[in-house]
């Protein structure tokens, strides 16, 4: 299994410029997340999916768009990207469980430039 | 909102010896889960241990063990022989119950250095 992929790894995108993140897990899991991880600021919840067709707004979502049309994709968009969308992105998924306690499952992480 | 904070931004100690890193969590439930992750310079987020909230019994994952003091709000890693392999970034996060679908918050992470 390949686990949780995100395409693609690096990227440089000029202000206002638009592009989209692909999140792909074989895992068969319910639930999706994306986060940004900032210096000295830790990883934040951007939006997250609890299945196929569904999305819900996370803490850091202004700018960005998702869809999850099939259950192992999830889809991060930036329509006019900002300097302030420099970041690294990690995916992640897990199964739903009773009480929450499951693990998720780390994509490598994608690192972002806007110039 | 739960809140997440790490105190320590970074942390260093002897190859071999043992330390601790502070973790400290707001919030209002009464069940919930807590995680420590590993990052090395891979940049890979890796599961350490968790501890539910309703389990008294602190969590122990060989090296690695955590004191979870719910009364405090408080979830200390302490991983024991450290290793060069040991050195990273760990973050501490906390989960609200319900199957885990809104996502984890994180603190902003320790920096553990091993000096050799």
């Known amino acids: 299994n390949a686990g949780v992929t995100q395409t693609p790894k690096f990227r440089v995108l000029k202000t206002g410029q638009s592009m989209t993140l692909l999140c792909a897990q074989d895992m068969n899991h319910e639930y999706m997340y994306w986060y940004r991880q900032d210096p000295g600021m830790g990883l934040r919840l951007i939006h997250y999916?609890?299945?196929?067709?569904?999305?819900a707004k996370g803490e850091v979502p202004d700018g960005y768009n998702v869809s999850r049309l099939k259950k192992q994709n999830f889809l991060l968009g930036l329509e006019s990207a900002a300097p302030s969308q420099t970041s690294v992105y990690f995916c992640?998924?897990?199964?739903?469980?009773?009480?929450?306690?499951?693990?998720?499952?780390f994509g490598p992480g994608t690192r972002l430039t806007v110039t | 909102a739960q809140t997440v904070t790490q105190s320590q931004p970074e942390m260093s100690v002897q190859e071999a010896e043992t330390v601790t890193l502070s973790c400290t969590y707001d919030t209002s439930e009464s069940d919930y889960y807590l995680f420590w992750y590993k990052q090395p310079p891979s940049r890979q987020m890796i599961l350490v241990i968790r501890?539910?909230?309703?389990?008294?019994q602190n969590a122990t994952e060989n090296r690695f063990s955590v004191n979870f003091q719910k009364a405090a709000k408080s979830f200390s890693l302490k991983i024991s022989d450290s290793q060069l392999g040991d050195a990273a970034m760990y973050f501490c996060?906390?989960?609200?119950?319900?199957?885990?679908?809104?996502?984890?918050?994180f603190g902003k992470g320790t920096h553990l250095i091993i000096q050799p």
């Open positions: 501890q539910e909230a309703y389990k008294q």
């Open positions: 992640a998924s897990t199964h739903p469980i009773a009480g929450g306690g499951n693990e998720q499952y």
């Open positions: 999916s609890v299945g196929e067709g569904t999305t």
């Open positions: 996060a906390y989960r609200s119950p319900g199957g885990g679908a809104d996502g984890l918050t």
